[in-house]
């Protein structure tokens, strides 16, 4: 793909060599004269003079010597290049010979189903949808256009799955939530008769987890981000664009609302509510039906505003030496007291 034709698809102005051929893309120390790479910020800017890429995405303005796309974003536009540059592999369009279909099912124009794949009743996968080898669909089930499930993703019956979602291998959607009731000394389970209901560009890690819920609905907005090894609980919410990382945890009834930002390993109790654009840094806790603001940054255990948190943790570091001064003066005293005394 040459320089030109990279600025034509992004729409962006570009300087010197536009018949220069891209291949690749590499990070600026490693690029060579067939590779992409970007400008990103002023340790990028100092990296990208001694760099051989063939190309650089600067913001405008920038000078360098080489050839250049000028974006406002250069981060955002790589990405967009490197879906072009390096296109995902698709299988054939079809029913491979071992998938088994059951009645009634409902299949777009394009879509291909792996080896080993089983799709349950009534379940309908829209245009373009591919399913990787050993997944298994339940029945009642829909999955937009151009959805990409991986190899031996689960989904219970009746949830609801938007366009274009990627699901990575070993995550379940739509499994009992963690429900039961003490009777007579004995717990017994609360039947989970809910559902889950996913919106568009949904993207959900390798071996993470989303409940259905117990009554109503565990819902899922547009364009939220799921990382590795998250579980989501029955009757959860969670709002457009909402991006959660690796091994977090959301307790039944959480609601997380648009463009919130959680870190990895965050534990979020029971009914508790993130506002909008609030930002939860990874490791944090929040405790049963608190509630984090909008825009707001917090830490740690119980969780709380960040220059809060910074501050306690400074004072932590202090102990030892306060524990110090405080034995210090009390062997004073002890002096004193013993002089008092003599």
Not at 160 to 177: E, F, P, Y
Request: charge should be neutral; charged fraction near 20%.
């Amino acid at each position: 793909m040459k320089v030109r034709e990279i600025a034509t698809m992004l729409g962006a102005p570009w300087t010197g060599d536009g018949e220069r051929e891209i291949v690749g893309a590499a990070p600026l120390a490693e690029a060579c004269a067939t590779d992409l790479s970007f400008v990103g910020n002023a340790k990028g800017a100092k990296a990208a003079e001694t760099s051989q890429a063939g190309c650089l995405l600067v913001t405008p303005g920038t000078e360098l010597g080489t050839a250049m796309i000028f974006v406002l974003q250069p981060r955002g536009a790589f990405a967009r290049c490197l879906t072009v540059l390096y296109p995902r592999r698709r299988a054939a369009v079809g029913v491979h010979p071992t998938a088994v279909l059951a009645e009634g099912v409902e299949l777009g124009d394009g879509v291909s189903i792996g080896p080993m794949t089983s799709v349950g009743e009534g379940t309908k996968i829209g245009a373009g949808s591919e399913i990787q080898a050993g997944c298994a669909i339940g029945a009642g089930v829909t999955i937009g256009d151009a959805a990409l499930l991986h190899a031996r993703v689960t989904i219970y019956d009746g949830v609801k799955l938007g366009a274009r979602a990627v699901l990575h291998s070993g995550s379940v959607i739509g499994a009992d939530g963690f429900g039961f009731v003490m009777h007579e000394g004995r717990y017994q389970k609360f039947p989970q008769v809910g559902r889950v209901e996913i919106g568009d560009d949904f993207e959900l890690g390798a071996n993470a987890c989303v409940d259905r819920a117990a009554l109503g609905v565990t819902r899922i907005g547009d364009g939220v981000k799921i990382d590795n090894m998250v579980h989501i609980a029955h009757n959860c919410e969670i709002g457009n664009h909402v991006v959660i990382a690796a091994q977090t945890g959301l307790s039944g009834g959480v609601i997380v609302e648009e463009y919130a930002v959680i870190g990895g390993q965050v534990g979020i109790g029971d009914k508790a509510r993130i506002e909008s654009k609030a930002i939860l840094g990874s490791g944090c806790g929040v405790l049963t039906s608190k509630i984090v603001h909008g825009n707001q940054v917090v830490w740690g255990t119980p969780a709380r505003p960040l220059k809060e948190y910074l501050t306690q943790l400074a004072n932590i570091t202090k102990v030892g030496e306060m524990r110090l001064e405080v034995k210090a003066l009390r062997a004073r005293l002890d002096a004193l007291d013993r002089e008092r005394d003599a």
